[in-house]
């Protein structure tokens, strides 16, 4: 990409809320039943229903604004957005539009790794309610389209941004924090793949230091992240070439294609963007009281950016640590019950000062290094986990109290998540990784080691660290792991300097 | 105010009605009469009076998150045009 140019991206989400029944009917939101099967009158929009609005689908929205600090609106209103197709029975979508149920909120996103990592607040303009609508099936019939109803009034948040975001990675970062923040509030299951978290990018470039924002091109329906950063990068790239090749761009709505990696127009529909809004008759407005609000709030978890902050004062944590702990809310309660965990085990030596920030290190590292690698490596969730809270903090303990060495930690872990035990105590006993302290047993091994490894020994004396190491490892491995190299080191050089 | 012939075809587009060219001036007629209306009442001081979304004074009584509906497929597809796999049939609608 040229530099002279400045990419604008504003976002808008839809997030499908995770009630179980529909936004204005009793029919059932579960997903994957037979065709209409869950297509009540209501959302089949026969003469004479009325919608009455859902109360866990407002409770939802509420717990969204406090979780972004914005304005619970205490007076909403719903509105009808007319348009025509098949999927859409009643003629018109019910939607908020002019008072939406919140308004405003900030977003604080993380951008880029390590040295080049930044952080950014977005600052959000308002999430509405609204009804989804049901699916067209094009395929199937000669002539004609088969029509389900069963989304039809599935309740939807639309969440959008202000045009705050400057490349595909802002983008990207900030539609993986809001996925994470509507799990994490537990307002949306975030399943990208059945369409319960989808997304709308707004895009348009400018010269640097423009004031007027370029015409934008609105990228439809990104149901991944990484079509996502194609789409953008695609589209932003399409957008300069035409400028600079003296065209000017047309407002549109495009689709990104996954197999050619490139955003096409869609044929636009004649008068498709003029809906006539109105407040909807059938619905009085939605009033939201402090009280409610403040029943919500106590309600709500400990927010992800919270916690960061506690996890860094309370266990000194570093910021890339304190993210990847709480990267989910299943992570972070991962590390926190094994740190409790850990507390409940008797005489665990916690050392002479802040015993919580030693453990917490400890846990921290397992948690990060261990835990999270192995989820990678077979693609499973934190609540998938092959190895428990529990079970880690039992093999914990055991390094703690030097029973085993840190290497057999390592295989007491795998055995664990391999399930070929239930507890690290097993596995230690049975597979006989308890670590030998008896200077006795091990002084043999080391003596038999010298011997074997004179030009080490003549290397060692000569002032080489490393010939050094390569002792305590041959007495390690010599001690099948089972000595502990602190006690190696200590015995091995007595012995050499003697 | 008025409206000119050219916006009552936008407007019966949009609502998808048909018009015949002696409906479309009898339409822009009682249209007018409408926004004439419209011009009156705006003619209304209004000031400090808060905008009403609804003519009632009252707020939306919200229900309970329960599922209520049991499936009724069969008898909602035996009164609609054509059905078939559990589908609504309609008229081929992809562009």
């Known amino acids: 990409m040229r530099s002279d140019w400045e990419v604008v991206i504003g976002l808008e989400t839809h997030a499908q809320l995770n009630t179980v029944s529909k936004i204005f009917s009793g029919a059932s939101t579960a997903f994957g039943a037979a065709p209409n099967e869950q297509a009540c009158g209501v959302d089949i929009a026969l003469p004479g229903v009325l919608p009455v609005l859902n109360q866990g689908a407002v409770a939802r929205a509420i717990r969204f604004g406090l979780a972004i600090g914005a304005e619970i609106a205490p007076r909403s209103v719903f509105a009808r957005k007319n348009y025509f197709y098949p999927d859409l029975p009643k003629g018109y979508q019910i939607s908020q539009y002019e008072l939406p149920v919140v308004v405003g909120g900030t977003l604080t996103i993380q951008v880029g790794e390590g040295d ?15 009804e989804d609508a049901g699916k067209s099936l094009h395929e199937d019939f000669q002539g004609q389209s088969g029509i389900d109803l069963n989304r039809a009034g599935t309740p939807l948040l639309e969440i959008v941004t202000e045009p705050d975001m400057r490349s595909s990675a802002e983008a990207v970062a900030y539609a993986k924090a809001l996925h994470s923040l509507v799990q994490w509030i537990d307002i949306c299951d975030g399943n990208m793949q059945e369409g319960s978290f989808r997304c709308d990018a707004n895009v348009s470039v400018r010269k640097k230091g423009a004031e007027k924002l370029g015409t934008r091109r609105e990228i439809k329906n990104l149901n991944s992240f990484r079509f996502m950063q194609q789409a953008i990068d ?105 740190l409790a965990a850990l507390r409940e085990i008797p005489g665990i030596p916690y050392g002479t000062q802040a015993p919580d920030v030693a453990n917490a290190k400890h846990v921290q590292n397992w948690v990060i290094n261990n835990i999270a690698s192995s989820l990678n490596k077979e693609q499973l969730e934190i609540e998938d986990s092959k190895v428990s809270s529990a079970q880690l903090a039992g093999l914990l303990a055991r390094v703690f109290d030097n029973t085993i060495s840190s290497n057999a930690a390592k295989k007491v872990f795998d055995a664990l998540w391999n399930g070929e035990g239930n507890d690290a105590d097993s596995i230690i006993e049975t597979q006989g990784l308890k670590q030998v302290t008896d200077a006795s047993a091990i002084e043999p091994i080391i003596d038999e080691v010298i011997a074997a490894n004179a030009k080490n020994v003549e290397e060692y004396r000569a002032g080489k660290e490393k010939a050094f190491n390569a002792l305590v490892g041959q007495v390690m491995k010599a001690s099948k792991g089972k000595a502990s190299p602190a006690q190696v080191n200590e015995l091995l050089k007595k012995k050499l300097d003697a | 105010m008025s409206l000119s012939l050219e916006e009552v075809g936008r407007i019966a587009r949009l609502a998808r009605i048909e018009l015949t060219p002696q409906d479309a001036e009898a339409t822009q007629a009682k249209l007018s009469g409408i926004f004439g209306l419209i011009e009156q009442m705006q003619a209304v001081d209004t000031t400090g009076i808060a905008p009403m979304s609804h003519p009632q004074d009252l707020v939306q009584r919200l229900r309970t998150d329960e599922v209520t509906e049991t499936n009724q497929r069969e008898a909602f597809q035996a009164v609609a045009p054509e059905a078939e796999r559990g589908l609504y049939l309609v008229p081929k609608v992809i562009e």
């Open chain 1, 116 to 130: 080049k990592a930044y952080s950014k607040t977005v600052q959000l303009t308002r999430a509405h309610l609204e």
């Open chain 1, 234 to 338: 695609y589209e932003v790239q399409w957008q300069i070439e035409q400028l600079e090749d003296g065209h000017a761009i047309q407002q549109a709505t495009v689709l990104f294609d996954p197999d050619t990696g490139e955003t096409r127009s869609m044929r636009s529909k004649e008068d498709a963007h003029d809906y006539r809004y109105f407040p909807d008759p059938d619905l009085l407005p939605l009033a939201i009281s402090a009280e409610w609000i403040d029943r919500v709030k106590s309600e709500m978890p400990e927010l992800p950016e919270e916690k960061r902050r506690r996890y860094r004062s309370e266990y000194s944590m570093v910021a890339q640590d304190a993210l990847a702990l709480t990267s989910s809310l299943g992570m972070s309660r991962y590390f926190e019950n094994t």
